[in-house]
């Protein structure tokens, strides 16, 4: 037993030096659809993996136009915006896409030039 806890222990320590953050994914589609879903932010520089399922239409074989990313700042607050995304590599086969930050913006989803806080 104290050997299943200090693999388990060893293991979400690695863990946490890679994985920054969950963040709520918002997509919107060029034909009006919007789809919700989860991600995790896994590199320094925001880089963001999540299922391809939320961000790309296999029936019309089209991404999403506008995506926007959501985290929470402190547990009891609503979330916030982080920034907008975009696509840098999607695998269907393997339902995976790797977003990553090109447009940062304030709580409220303001562009802004500055980086973000988060």
């Known amino acids: 037993m104290k050997l299943i806890f200090m693999l388990f222990l060893s293991l979400s320590l690695y863990a946490s030096s ?57 547990r009891e607050q609503p979330l916030v915006c982080f920034a907008k995304v975009k696509v840098k590599a999607i695998d269907t086969d393997k339902n995976l896409a790797i977003l990553i930050p090109y447009r940062n913006s304030d709580i409220f989803c303001n562009t802004i030039m500055s980086k973000s806080r988060y």
């Open 18 to 74: 890679f994985i920054h953050s969950n963040v709520l994914i918002e997509a919107l589609f060029p034909d009006g659809e919007s789809r919700t879903g989860m991600g995790v932010i896994f590199d320094k520089n925001g880089a963001i993996l999540t299922s391809s399922k939320i961000i790309y239409n296999n029936i019309q074989d089209y991404s999403a136009q506008d995506i926007t990313i959501k985290i929470q700042d402190i």
